[in-house]
């Protein structure tokens, strides 16, 4: 069974920075996308961008492009979402996923249990 946990989540002020790590188990991954969303109360659950595990190529949402990076650590089954001049709309629950095939849309199979990350202003 697969797991992702993520972790890194917190409380910042406007401009600061964070890395969230999701981290991977119960599967060697080869040719997969890990994801990363996001969600705020009352809103749905937003697709922030993802990576390819193979080639580590990255696609990010125009929003947060220059400011947050995808990368992987192959030896630790680890993905990490670096976030840079953070603010307060970057405030959300953000999840790590994973799935097969490529794309923004569409359901992903395995889903991490969400890290909270707050921007105060």
């Known amino acids: 069974q697969v797991q992702l946990v993520e972790s890194g989540g917190g409380l910042v002020q406007a401009g600061g920075s964070l890395r969230l790590s999701c981290a991977a188990s119960g599967r060697t991954f080869s040719s997969d996308y890990i994801g990363w969303f996001r969600q705020t109360p009352g809103k749905e659950r937003e697709f922030v961008g993802l990576?390819?595990?193979?080639?580590?190529?990255?696609y990010l949402k125009d929003s947060v492009k220059g400011r947050f990076t995808i990368s992987r650590e192959v030896a630790k089954n680890t993905v990490h979402l670096q976030m840079n001049n953070l603010k307060p709309e970057d405030t959300a629950v953000y999840y790590c996923?994973?799935?097969?095939?490529?794309?923004?849309?569409?359901?992903?199979?395995?889903w991490g249990q969400g890290t909270q990350v707050a921007v105060s202003s």
């Open positions: 990576i390819s595990w193979r080639g580590g190529s990255t």
């Open positions: 996923a994973l799935r097969s095939t490529y794309g923004a849309t569409g359901p992903w199979d395995y």
